[in-house]
């Protein structure tokens, strides 16, 4: 038993010191974030597997002891561990398959955020939105158990192509020269789309052809539709998702510039009128005039 024990821990030493001069040298030759956060993961769970190995020689003995103490407690395992299972489970489909990796934007059974580590039995995620208006971070950490990505829908900001659309709803009054407004959102919509050159035009269609997703129209556009309080002008366009609150600020305060400069285009909001029919209605709607009030006979 002591030899076992001593065997331990020289096993556990050779670990930590071994993990430690790889991640050492894996930390000096490779420069960029990503992959060596990807490298130090992979180094740490190699060398636990080896490890691990060691240890069940060390405990358990040879092949036949070691496969007969797997097939004694297999069974409560499966049942005991059921969670932690399908989570390792889901860790190998997430590094097989690849429906997000670190530093994606997405959401999952309505959380939202960018995925900073992916481990064994979850994945984190650096939330935005919840009680931020915006798909901005709101400074907490979410710890995500990877089964979740057999039990919800998982949709992916970036994977594919790095842009999403956004709309902008843009109310005028019923008065308003609402085609003038609808020539001014056109060009602020142009102005700040992130679809600015063919080159772009082109990495979306690559990737659209790839996902079997097709877009006839990758340039803003301008819907028109009637609210109850005027003519509902809907400005959609394609952004960067990281920057879909900033480009929203952008163009809001160039549509506020130049409605300013209109005297002819008001914005509309719920509010209460009185209308006159008689009096403001076109020629042909107007209804007949009121009959007079004649007063009695001997009045």
Not at 51 to 67: D, K, P, Q, S, V
Not at 93 to 109: Q, V
Not at 166 to 183: G, H
Request: hydrophobic share 45%; proline share 4%.
């Amino acid at each position: 038993m002591f030899n076992k024990i001593v065997l331990t821990l020289l096993v556990l030493v050779l670990y930590f010191l071994f993990r430690s001069i790889l991640q050492g040298i894996a930390g000096r030759r490779i420069q960029d974030i990503a992959r060596k956060y990807i490298a130090n993961k992979t180094i740490s769970y190699l060398l636990g597997l080896v490890a691990l190995a060691a240890l069940a020689r060390i405990w358990i003995g040879g092949f036949e002891g070691f496969a007969t103490y797997l097939g004694l407690v297999s069974a409560g395992v499966a049942i005991a561990l059921q969670d932690p299972l399908s989570n390792l489970a889901a860790w190998l489909y997430i590094i097989a398959a690849k429906p997000f990796s670190t530093g994606d934007r997405l959401m999952i059974n309505e959380r939202a955020g960018d995925v900073i580590d992916i481990s064994l039995f979850q994945f984190t995620l650096n939330e935005i939105g919840a009680h931020i208006d915006a798909d901005q971070s709101t400074g907490r950490i979410i710890h995500v158990p990877n089964n979740w990505i057999f039990k919800h829908a998982c949709a992916n900001y970036t994977q594919g192509f790095n842009f999403i659309w956004n709309e902008l709803p843009v109310t005028v009054t019923f008065e308003s020269n609402w085609e003038k407004a609808k020539q001014i959102l056109s060009r602020v919509a142009e102005e700040h789309s992130a679809v600015k050159s063919e080159y772009a035009a082109n990495q979306i269609r690559k990737a659209a052809q790839k996902f079997m997703i097709f877009y006839e129209k990758l340039t803003p556009i301008v819907w028109t539709s009637v609210a109850d309080s005027g003519v509902l002008l809907t400005v959609r366009y394609l952004c960067t998702p990281r920057q879909r609150r900033s480009s929203a600020m952008k163009m809001w305060e160039e549509i506020l510039r130049e409605f300013a400069k209109c005297e002819d285009i008001d914005f509309a909001y719920p509010t209460r009128r009185y209308y006159d029919n008689a009096a403001e209605g076109k020629a042909g709607c107007k209804g007949a005039p009121p009959a007079p009030i004649v007063p009695p006979a001997g009045a």
